[in-house]
């Protein structure tokens, strides 16, 4: 095999709302954890099972962590590209851990909002509706312009078919 790769795909909930650190090297970071969760029915019992991961997650993409910190909340759900990346430190009783965490690195790593009530876009029952704005308010109307109603009012309804 020529190479690697080294890709993490996650979909979850936010299990706690982003924080903000600057690292030693004056960088910020963002951090948050993300939780995905699988379910199934039990074949003995019949009951429902559930399963769910933690995954610690770094946003060094500044872009990415202006976002995520802006928008992101507890229980949000979201979608991230990153990488996995497994390190050692020494916590405060100087016992040595390993940690592993998923990395979105500048210049790489996805993020999208899934949650409607975080996103800023309008939300799709508004779609087709006429503009609450009056036309000299929408700045791709021309002075003069008169708005034009939706389309699905300037379709004709006596189709023969």
């Given at each position: 095999?020529?190479?690697?790769?080294?890709?993490?795909?996650?979909?979850?909930?936010?299990?706690?709302?982003?924080?903000?650190?600057?690292?030693?090297?004056?960088?910020?970071?963002?951090?948050?954890?993300?939780?995905?969760?699988?379910?199934?029915?039990d074949k003995?019992?019949?009951?429902?099972?559930?399963?769910?991961?933690?995954?610690?997650?770094?946003?060094?993409?500044?872009?990415?962590?202006?976002?995520?910190?802006?928008?992101?909340?507890?229980?949000?759900?979201?979608?991230?590209?990153?990488?996995?990346?497994?390190?050692?430190?020494?916590?405060?009783?100087?016992?040595?851990?390993?940690?592993?965490?998923?990395?979105?690195?500048?210049?790489?790593?996805?993020?999208?909002?899934?949650?409607?009530a975080e996103?800023?876009?309008?939300d799709e029952?508004?779609?087709?509706?006429?503009?609450?704005?009056?036309?000299?308010?929408?700045?791709?109307?021309?002075?003069?312009?008169?708005?034009?109603?939706?389309?699905?009012?300037?379709?004709?309804?006596?189709?023969?078919?």
């Amino acid at each position: 095999m020529a190479g690697s790769v080294n890709k993490v795909i996650l979909i979850g909930h936010l299990g706690r709302d982003p924080e903000s650190r600057t690292t030693g090297a004056g960088s910020r970071v963002v951090i948050f954890s993300l939780a995905t969760s699988e379910s199934w029915r039990d074949k003995d019992s019949g009951e429902r099972r559930q399963r769910t991961e933690w995954h610690n997650v770094v946003v060094y993409n500044e872009p990415l962590g202006k976002i995520a910190e802006q928008y992101l909340r507890k229980g949000s759900l979201c979608y991230l590209e990153g990488q996995l990346a497994t390190r050692s430190y020494t916590d405060k009783d100087g016992v040595e851990r390993k940690v592993t965490e998923i990395l979105l690195k500048a210049f790489r790593g996805e993020l999208a909002l899934l949650d409607r009530a975080e996103r800023a876009a309008p939300d799709e029952s508004d779609y087709g509706r006429e503009s609450a704005r009056r036309p000299h308010d929408d700045p791709r109307m021309a002075m003069g312009d008169t708005p034009r109603a939706p389309i699905s009012q300037q379709i004709d309804d006596d189709i023969p078919f």
